[in-house]
């Protein structure tokens, strides 16, 4: 009995753009799971997702989804990599045509498919119900249901609240947001015994109320690792971006014991991106959050430890020791140390953007703010990819996207396929030669004067909504003194650090420094931190892998 409770509640969920179609799909699934699932389908990938995002609003499972390849707007491939973020354990189905098979196989890789039929499915006995009995048996056998999420009260214009849902969001956390001003949001405060005045209030899966929680605390509530277990290590990885993951995923799992060190989410920059379009592998494009979680997942397999919001403020050099200092007076020591601290987003120095942050103003954080821009007009300050995959994102539902870029156009640092997406976009506008002179409002973004670079005129908008990528400054302040950087804060390494011909003043060996080598024996660094680094998510999880083999060199000869 308790089987059949579980299962009546459980939806099975098709989804065909052709009416007659989605009808026989849903009315063959019904002949036969009608008694135990409920059979839910829709016309269109949108629609589709719609029903599944209300379906785990409720708390409701879903454990087969069947999609057709051939929709309009949104292919059934792109329907079920968008799926998979709302329910990762579903079975995932593709239903395809004999000449679409190719595409089936693909999708193989790119949303994880348990399997492909062909139309007609006919007999259903024969074809469709025996692929539908093992993936029902497999989901049942699985760890299918649903994490209970995290509640979060807030202010819809308050930077702290916008911290914290960026902060869960981020670290794959489930959360469910309730403003302090509707009813819901009202029962939950006096349900905790508050009246407002400190926000946001997190209330985690076992009930307990948080007022206005820094991230550390937050993370340990929810359930994320943020004390080591060990005093000693064979490496650490320091910054949990593409580079960092790369290391950690190939450090683990050549047998090293490894402990990676994050002080926000896993992911970095790229953890934020709606869309990477040209990551080796993924001809459909993924998500930044996806690429994270499933590079995060596979760090853990292989045994490496993932430590959050832990702020690094040191490295010492004790004999063979490498000790890395917190910000909280506690250290780990290692034999050798992966410098992947990425970059952050420049900040905008406008007058009124710095009081305005997190309540309009927003660096990176497209992914968590699009539900709430839905419909409106949207600025993106910026001209590099990240900023291209914005405002591809937002303009799925905004009224209007304005690229804001200083340069003459975007050719210079936007990749070549982005370009043109977004000069195919209707809603897309690119304003050239103009920056942010100020930002106005008084508790939220109401206003942008912009200025134009060569002829200094300026012009008042109205702006609710601007997402700021502006370029990158390095994380590495915390090392001056022990690690050698350039003139912006980026490390030197490997060739940088000999361009005479000789090794740095303070080099000890007999040897020049490896490849990724700092002027610190077995301190290493990877990624965006690197002088002279390709900005790159392929290259950022390679050299991470590099890092690693160039670690094992180094403790093969110590």
Request: aromatic residues 6%; charged residues 25%; hydrophobic residues 40%.
């Amino acid at each position: 009995m308790a089987q059949a409770a579980e299962t009546a509640r459980t939806v099975i969920l098709t989804v065909d753009d052709d009416p007659g179609v989605s009808r026989a799909v849903a009315r063959d699934l019904r002949r036969r799971y009608g008694e135990s699932y409920r059979i839910v389908r829709a016309e269109s990938g949108e629609s589709a997702l719609e029903a599944l995002r209300e379906l785990k609003l409720r708390g409701d499972l879903v454990a087969v989804i069947l999609a057709d390849y051939r929709m309009p707007q949104m292919n059934g491939i792109e329907f079920l990599e968008q799926a998979l973020d709302i329910y990762p354990g579903a079975r995932r189905v593709l239903l395809t045509a004999y000449a679409d098979t190719n595409a089936a196989i693909d999708a193989i890789n790119v949303v994880d498919l348990d399997h492909y039929l062909l139309k007609p499915w006919d007999p259903p006995e024969e074809k469709l119900y025996p692929v539908l009995d093992d993936l029902l048996q497999a989901w049942r056998c699985s760890d299918f249901r649903p994490v209970p999420s995290t509640k979060v009260v807030g202010h819809r214009w308050s930077a702290r609240s916008s911290e914290v849902r960026e902060f869960l969001a981020r670290n794959q956390v489930p959360y469910r947001w309730y403003s302090a001003d509707e009813p819901e949001g009202r029962r939950l405060l006096s349900a905790a015994g508050q009246e407002g005045e400190r926000l946001p209030l997190v209330i985690t899966p076992d009930g307990t109320p948080l007022v206005a929680p820094e991230a550390p605390e937050l993370a340990a509530r929810v359930g994320l690792a943020t004390t080591p277990t060990a005093d000693f290590y064979d490496l650490v990885v320091i910054g949990g971006g593409p580079a960092g993951l790369g290391a950690a995923v190939y450090g683990a799992s050549e047998g090293l014991r490894t402990v990676l060190v994050e002080r926000s989410a896993t992911g970095g920059q790229a953890g934020q991106s709606s869309r990477i379009e040209n990551y080796l592998g993924f001809p459909d494009g993924v998500s930044g959050g996806q690429l994270t979680d499933r590079a995060r997942r596979q760090a853990a397999k292989f045994g490496a430890e993932i430590l959050t919001t832990r702020e690094v403020t040191g490295l010492e050099v004790n004999g063979a020791a490498r000790v890395v200092r917190f910000s909280d007076g506690s250290a780990v020591a290692a034999h050798s140390v992966i410098l992947a601290t990425g970059v952050s987003y420049r900040q905008l120095d406008a007058p009124g953007c710095t009081d305005l942050t997190g309540c309009g103003v927003y660096y990176g954080s497209a992914l968590t703010e699009a539900a709430s821009c839905q419909g409106q007009d949207i600025y993106i300050v910026g001209g590099a990819n990240s900023a291209g995959q914005a405002a591809m994102y937002l303009s799925r539902g905004a009224k209007s996207v304005t690229l804001l870029v200083r340069g003459p156009d975007l050719a210079a640092s936007m990749s070549h396929y982005l370009i043109q997406q977004i000069n195919e976009s209707p809603n897309i506008s690119v304003r050239a030669r103009t920056v942010v002179e100020a930002a106005h409002g008084s508790d939220h973004l109401e206003q942008l004067t912009l200025r134009d670079v060569d002829t200094g005129e300026t012009e008042l908008v109205d702006a609710q909504w601007v997402f700021v990528f502006i370029g990158a400054a390095p994380l590495t302040d915390w090392l001056d003194g022990t690690v050698l950087r350039d003139e912006h804060g980026f490390i030197l390494a490997g060739p940088d650090l000999t361009a005479d011909g000789r090794p740095p003043a303070d080099w000890e060996l007999d040897r020049p420094p490896y490849h990724l080598e700092t002027n610190v024996p077995g301190v290493f660094v990877a990624g965006d931190a690197r002088a002279e680094s390709a900005k790159r998510v392929a290259s950022a999880v390679g050299e991470g892998a590099m890092a690693v083999m160039l670690v094992h060199r180094y403790l093969e000869q110590s």
